[in-house]
């Protein structure tokens, strides 16, 4: 502990639980109070992310550890900044701040502590890409937890409340399976610290590895609940589309947290350390990654719905970044995470985006329509006479909207110019550069499900784009507020930052991915070499 | 005692599962709440059960490994069953809530149609 700088790696934590409670406290009057201190508090987040991706990206400090209380290393409850975890928190302020601003102009005032709930949800989200510790791991994803099942059902309602009762339970049963493995790893283990446990892999003794792996496995699982891969991730679609739009945004990073998880986890404990048990459950996360690209495929072609379709975009994004990572290529996990960075961000533009769209449309156009369409009816009010004159004036809240969609569909549909593209690139040219002499089966597959979801995708938001802008058009033009278009232009400009500075973030991410893929630099940083003792577990 | 600690590990799991899969939102909390006690035993038990050990090696003594009773387990479980309680209370005011609103206590919302 040297000065402020080291204690800079807590503050993502202690932020949003300051600004949070305080706003509990103030209560829900005083307004313009209370928006104030949440802006601050997220512009202060966005401000101090930034400095920590400096500071992890910075030379000779590749690895920061933060050690409460500075008890001794095996002792400590750590918080470890590397690039992964820099890069994360940073896109949790970005997104955090994003959702705020945009839900400042109407839906903070949809139900009570709107305001409150968002800190404590960026605080979860922070402490659980932070956190070096597996329980303390458990408790951020509780936290983070609490706060979105109160987020989720903001604003109330029938739909809300009943996707939320299913959302609650499946996480419930997820925290459950979550203690189940840690605690069998803690058993065989010794250890609940990231580090000491990768450190202590190659020491564990055959008999028990079944036991680590079981543990392991069930720890995994929690995580892909959360991630959403198919077959435990049914219930994502319908609480995202149920969500307010605010929070469908602050939401669909959630389901990044697990993945993040899985990706250092998995790396950490099966690494080319761990002996017998390397590489454990590699084809396991391939293999569900395209089963759950696969299922959300079919769900964005099969939905009716603007929310549900940016519902099944999240699964689409979560199983090519699980098919990506179960390649255990480091050259593949750098592209993988660059596709994380801009799926974030075209998804979280997108929940805002529909809710602006579907606000001045008739409810049910589009399922009417569709209908129509599959059953070849034409509509009553097709008679020419009704129709608007060609040359009619598009309005001026329409074109922004019509220019936002067009960019998140070619974000999430991964066509050039924008950072969706170069996302598939840097995910599939070191996967055929890996495969020397003949393409493996699995990698065609994973070739395949990528070209063809993003196929898919294009043709919904086609489909549905076409839908919301040109046949059934709003009764009226919707009133948008600059408050709302603002995030949605700068998630948006973000996006096509990350295209224009491809160079430098690939750089980022590739060796983000390389010192995940080498976690010695990660261990020795968090247990320093003359204090790791890998004594033996009675 | 290791026996009869799996055993109602087992039957604690067996029963939240079958109780989580009904229909009413009653059985799933109370399978919910079943299921946690089991976990709740199952972390317990990875310490090792041991009667009558300490769980700090007394001052200046020589520790003895076996005769010590591992405390982290314990210390987990505080915070799981804390956690677990917390979120269970926050599940049963959103089923009270579905309730009022849906006006049945089906997990669905509504009646399956027969």
């Given at each position: ?141 509780e936290v983070m937890l609490a706060a979105s099942y109160g987020l989720a059902m903001h604003g109330s ?214 209908t129509r369409e599959a059953f070849g009816t034409r509509r009553d009010d097709d008679d020419p006479e ?153 | ?114």
């Amino acid at each position: 502990m040297t000065g402020w700088v080291d204690h800079l790696v807590i503050a993502p934590v202690v932020l949003p639980l300051l600004a949070g409670t305080l706003l509990i406290l103030l209560g829900e009057r005083r307004r313009a109070l209370r928006a104030g201190i949440a802006v601050a508090s997220a512009v202060a987040l966005l401000v101090i992310a930034t400095l920590l991706v400096s500071l992890a990206d910075g030379a000779g400090h590749e690895v920061r550890v933060y050690r409460l209380g500075n008890w001794p290393s095996v002792f400590a409850i750590v918080l470890v900044l590397d690039r992964l975890s820099a890069m994360m928190v940073a896109l949790v302020a970005v997104l955090g701040l994003a959702a705020m601003v945009f839900s400042l102009a109407r839906w903070q005032g949809a139900g009570a502590h709107f305001h409150p709930l968002l800190q404590f949800q960026l605080m979860g989200l922070n402490g659980a890409f932070l956190t070096g510790d597996l329980f303390n791991l458990f408790v951020f994803f509780e936290v983070m937890l609490a706060a979105s099942y109160g987020l989720a059902m903001h604003g109330s309602g029938p739909a809300r409340v009943r996707a939320g009762l299913h959302y609650i339970a499946v996480n419930l049963v997820a925290a459950l399976l979550f203690l189940v493995g840690v605690s069998v790893l803690y058993g065989v283990g010794g250890t609940l610290s990231m580090a000491d446990l990768s450190a202590r892999m190659g020491a564990i003794p055959a008999e028990d590895r079944a036991l680590v792996e079981a543990g392991a496995a069930i720890l995994g699982v929690a995580f892909l609940i959360k991630a959403a891969m198919w077959p435990v991730g049914f219930w994502l679609p319908g609480t995202y589309a149920a969500a307010s739009a605010p929070s469908a945004a602050i939401l669909s990073i959630l389901s990044k947290v697990g993945i993040c998880v899985v990706l250092r986890l998995w790396l950490m404990l099966f690494g080319d350390d761990a002996a017998g048990s390397a590489g454990f459950g590699g084809p396991w996360l391939m293999a569900g990654g395209l089963a759950t690209i696969a299922f959300g495929s079919i769900a964005v072609l099969a939905t009716q719905d603007l929310a549900r379709l940016a519902g099944a975009s999240v699964l689409v994004s979560s199983g090519t970044l699980l098919a990506a990572i179960g390649a255990g290529l480091p050259g593949v996990t750098a592209g993988a995470l660059y596709y994380l960075v801009s799926s974030v961000l075209a998804i979280g533009a997108f929940f805002l985006l529909v809710e602006l769209v579907e606000r001045g449309r008739e409810v049910g156009a589009d399922v009417l329509a569709v209908t129509r369409e599959a059953f070849g009816t034409r509509r009553d009010d097709d008679d020419p006479e009704d129709m608007p004159a060609v040359d009619a004036p598009i309005p001026g809240a329409m074109v922004v909207l019509g220019g936002a969609f067009l960019c998140c569909a070619l974000l999430l549909a991964g066509l050039p110019p924008l950072s969706g593209f170069l996302a598939k690139l840097a995910i599939l040219a070191p996967l055929l550069a890996a495969a020397q002499g003949g393409l493996p089966p699995l990698t065609w597959l994973v070739l395949a499900a990528l070209i063809l979801s993003g196929l898919a995708t294009l043709v919904a938001m086609l489909r549905a784009g076409i839908e919301a802008f040109w046949t059934s058009p709003p009764v009226s033009p919707p009133r948008v507020a600059a408050l709302e278009a603002g995030p949605i232009a700068a998630l948006l400009a973000l996006a096509a930052g990350l295209t224009i500075m491809g160079g430098p973030v690939m750089r980022y991410t590739s060796e983000a991915a390389a010192s995940l893929h080498a976690p010695r630099g990660y261990i020795e940083a968090v247990l320093p070499p003359e204090g790791v003792t890998v004594e033996e577990v009675p | 005692m290791e026996l009869i600690v799996a055993l109602g590990i087992g039957v604690l799991t067996g029963s939240g599962v079958w109780l989580l899969l009904r229909p009413r939102t009653f059985q799933v909390i109370i399978g919910l709440s079943l299921l946690s006690y089991a976990v709740n035993l199952f972390i317990f038990s990875t310490g090792g059960l041991k009667t009558g050990q300490p769980p700090i090696l007394p001052p200046g003594g020589e520790g003895n490994l076996l005769e010590y009773a591992d405390p982290l387990p314990q210390a987990l479980v505080l915070t799981a069953i804390v956690i677990s309680f917390a979120t269970t209370a926050l599940f049963l005011v959103v089923l009270l809530a579905a309730r009022g609103l849906t006006g049945t206590d089906h997990v669905d919302g509504r009646e399956r149609e027969r």
